[in-house]
T-cell receptor, first 113, second 110 residues
Framework: DGGITQSPKYLFRKEGQNVTLSCEQN?????MYWYRQDPGQGLRLIYY???????QKGDIAEGYSVSREKKESFPLTVTSAQKNPTAFYLC????????????FGEGSRLTVL | GQNIDQPTEMTATEGAIVQINCTYQ??????LFWYQQHAGEAPTFLSY????GLEEKGRFSSFLSRSKGYSYLLLKELQMKDSASYLC???????????FGSGTQLTVLP
């Protein structure tokens, strides 16, 4: 079955540590996105990539980094520079269809202790 | 920039009809999406409007008026499983990245 796989689903981190969230898709989509969601709020765009080896900052990129070495993979690193990293992180992809509808992974919940 | 407003919470009764409004201010956009999100889960696609008017999809309909900066999601024959957050989002840019509103938490009561 085609879809987007995020791992880990739950992650705990100590302050000062970097952590990398994995996102893999087998939908053959060109575009991939990372969103952050805080309790009771909508999704905010962190980074997005339209093609391999290219990516752009979203609205809240500070303290995060990404890479796009393969079409299928778009990992997100939450660095120690991110002041408030505890959140629900969602990866998504979209194809070239009319709507550009986003398909989401199941999310990764990061808690900083 | 873009600004999207939705009511924070709504309550309705099973079997009833509910309308969730979304107003926005933007310099331009490709289209408007509605997503449903159950607690702790990823959002799932409900509808997409690019032209003014009503799009119907089973129990769900969505309306867009670009001139008024307004959209609504209409849910008919409400079921308990419809209790969820409903997110309005604008698509813009060459990457068609989405900007989301804060969501409307709908509670369906028996």
């Amino acid at each position: 079955d085609g879809g987007i796989t995020q791992s880990p689903k739950y992650l705990f981190r100590k302050e000062g540590q970097n952590v990398t969230l994995s996102c893999e898709q087998n939908l053959n989509h060109d575009a991939m996105y990372w969103y952050r969601q805080d309790p009771g709020q909508g999704l905010r765009l962190i980074y997005y990539s339209q093609i391999v080896n290219d990516f752009q900052k979203g609205d809240i990129a500070e303290g995060y980094s990404v890479s796009r070495e393969k079409k299928e993979s778009f990992p997100l690193t939450v660095t120690s520079a991110q002041k408030n990293p505890t959140a629900f992180y969602l990866c998504a992809s979209s194809g070239t269809g009319f709507t550009g509808e986003l398909f989401f992974g199941e999310g990764s919940r990061l808690t900083v202790l | 920039g873009q600004n999207i407003d939705q009511p924070t919470e709504m309550t309705a009764t099973e079997g009833a009809i509910v309308q969730i409004n979304c107003t926005y201010q933007t310099s331009g956009f490709n289209g408007l999406f509605w997503y449903q999100q159950h607690a702790g889960e990823a959002p799932t696609f409900l509808s997409y409007n690019v032209l003014d008017g009503l799009e119907e999809k089973g129990r769900f309909s969505s309306f867009l008026s670009r001139s008024k900066g307004y959209s609504y999601l209409l849910l008919k024959e409400l079921q308990m499983k419809d209790s969820a957050s409903y997110l309005c989002a604008l698509s813009s840019g060459s990457a068609r990245q989405l900007t989301f509103g804060s969501g409307t938490q709908l509670t369906v009561l028996p």
